[in-house]
């Protein structure tokens, strides 16, 4: 008998190659578990600062996050596994304490995800990648088990 009682894996993600790969860990572990997958889209500063702006659109973004989910779509129908998704804001211009990391466990707390799979992303200063600094936050902070890869 397992250890561990999982229904719901979370995978923060924000398009990147370490998230695809994430997702991919994310699904394996809900295929051990008999589980679903569940993918928060992080979308950061740069992103929402251009969406509060207007110097992007809301709808192009959307597409973006859309082109994304679909890949995790099909990674986790390729080990069997249902997947959901869902959007949030990594940052706010009107809320201080609004972080990736805060972001990501607070998504965990709402859906009711039982592990977190977690992409640890080289620093690189890419604007990108969202979750290069909430991992760690996410390890220190999360209740629920978690895989950091």
């Known amino acids: ?23 991919e860990y994310a ?13 928060v889209y992080v979308l950061g500063e740069n992103v929402v600062r251009a969406i509060e702006t207007g110097a992007v659109a809301e709808s192009e973004v959307a597409e973006e996050t859309g ?15 249902p997947l959901s998704t869902s959007t ?3 940052f706010s211009t009107k809320t201080k304490l609004l972080h990736p990391g805060s972001v990501v466990l607070d998504t965990a707390e ?3 995800a039982d592990f977190i799979v977690v992409p640890r992303e080289p620093v690189s200063g890419d604007p990108g990648e969202v979750l290069e600094k909430a991992a760690e936050y996410v390890l220190l902070y999360a209740s629920q088990p978690v895989l950091s890869v």
Do not use: C, W
Not at 69 to 80: P, S
């Open 88 to 90: 949030a804001r990594g």
């Open 67 to 81: 082109a994304f989910n679909e890949t995790a779509q099909e990674l986790a129908e390729a080990k069997g596994v």
């Open 110 to 112: 709402e859906v009711e």
């Open 27 to 39: 699904a394996a572990v809900a295929e051990k578990y008999d589980a679903s997958v569940h993918a």
């Open 1 to 23: 008998m397992d250890a561990l009682d999982i229904d719901l894996v979370l995978v923060p993600v924000d398009g990147s190659e370490e998230s695809t790969t994430a997702v």
